[in-house]
């Protein structure tokens, strides 16, 4: 289960935002994911789809922001995430498409 939210468009499309733990065990934050799509369940699809299989929005607690459905209507894939800003920290990280979150790291020989 995830945090998130979604937020209808104008032309029936949806933008599905959810934070999700880090996929790696030592990094204390964790990501943020957004998807663009036809409705949310096809939204929830593409992530199970790409091998997140228990992800599920619950309510509408943490939609995304304006900032984040332009990024993310921007992108080609429409499918983007970043790390969980810290509140801490003054830097903002780019948004990167979901490829770099699911890549595996290569084997030494």
């Not at 289960?1 to 996929?23: D, H, I, Q, R, Y």
């Not at 943490?62 to 810290?86: F, K, M, S, Y």
């Given at each position: 289960m995830a945090a998130g939210g979604f937020c209808k468009l104008p032309n029936g499309t949806v933008?599905?935002?959810?934070?999700?733990?880090?996929?790696?065990?030592?990094?204390?934050?964790?990501?943020?994911?957004?998807?663009?799509?036809?409705?949310?369940?096809?939204?929830?699809?593409?992530l199970r789809n790409l091998g997140l299989r228990s992800i599920y929005l619950r309510g509408n607690a943490a939609p995304p922001t304006p900032d984040e459905i332009t990024a993310v209507l921007h992108?080609?894939?429409g499918l983007i995430w970043r790390t969980t800003p810290d509140t801490a920290a003054l830097?903002?990280?780019l948004w990167h498409p979901i490829r770099a979150l699911l890549r595996r790291p290569a084997t030494p020989a």
């Amino acid at each position: 289960m995830a945090a998130g939210g979604f937020c209808k468009l104008p032309n029936g499309t949806v933008v599905v935002a959810l934070n999700l733990p880090s996929p790696a065990a030592d990094a204390p934050a964790g990501v943020r994911v957004l998807v663009h799509a036809q409705n949310r369940a096809r939204a929830l699809t593409r992530l199970r789809n790409l091998g997140l299989r228990s992800i599920y929005l619950r309510g509408n607690a943490a939609p995304p922001t304006p900032d984040e459905i332009t990024a993310v209507l921007h992108h080609p894939d429409g499918l983007i995430w970043r790390t969980t800003p810290d509140t801490a920290a003054l830097t903002v990280e780019l948004w990167h498409p979901i490829r770099a979150l699911l890549r595996r790291p290569a084997t030494p020989a």
